[in-house]
């Protein structure tokens, strides 16, 4: 069975809580992607900043991105998935929470992320067709 951890991307690295948006922009920037979880400072998740959040939230409504913080993005509890959930498990919750990118806990640590491209890589073409219809529904 193909667990998240498999097809997970390990070390993510967090932007704190009280980071700025700039400041979050700037590491997505330096690592090359489009999102970052929201750690707080006990260290757990408080949810995902994306490129497009910083787009939308922040600089089409005027903010100034050097002043906004990182944690005032984060909505709700964060979906996430457990390290040891099945492929199944993944697609399931990326479909029915229409996410692109999935935080991988183990206990209550972060220790990797599963993103769009990780199971398009890791899974048959029919079940990967069907998450992206879903997604993108």
């Known amino acids: 069975m193909t667990t998240a951890r498999d097809i997970m ?3 993510v690295t967090c ?9 979050a922009a700037k590491k997505m920037t330096e690592l090359g992607v489009g ?6 400072t006990d260290n757990k998740l408080k949810g995902m900043l994306t490129d ?3 787009v939308v939230k922040v600089l089409g409504q005027g903010k100034d991105p050097a002043e906004v913080k990182a944690g005032d993005l984060a909505q709700g509890e964060a979906v996430t998935i457990g390290a040891d959930d099945s492929a199944e498990e993944i697609l399931r919750t990326m479909s029915e929470h229409k ?3 999935l935080p991988v806990i183990d206990g ?3 220790v990797g992320i599963v993103a ?9 073409d029919p079940k990967v067709g069907d998450l992206l219809e ?4």
């Open 99 to 101: 996410v692109r990118r």
């Open 52 to 54: 497009r959040d910083i």
């Open 9 to 11: 991307t390990p070390d």
């Open 35 to 40: 999102a970052l979880p929201i750690c707080g």
């Open 116 to 124: 769009q491209a990780d199971v398009a890589r890791a899974l048959p």
């Open 134 to 137: 879903a997604i993108s529904a």
């Open 15 to 23: 932007i704190g809580a009280q980071e700025t948006v700039l400041e």
């Open 108 to 110: 209550h640590t972060l």
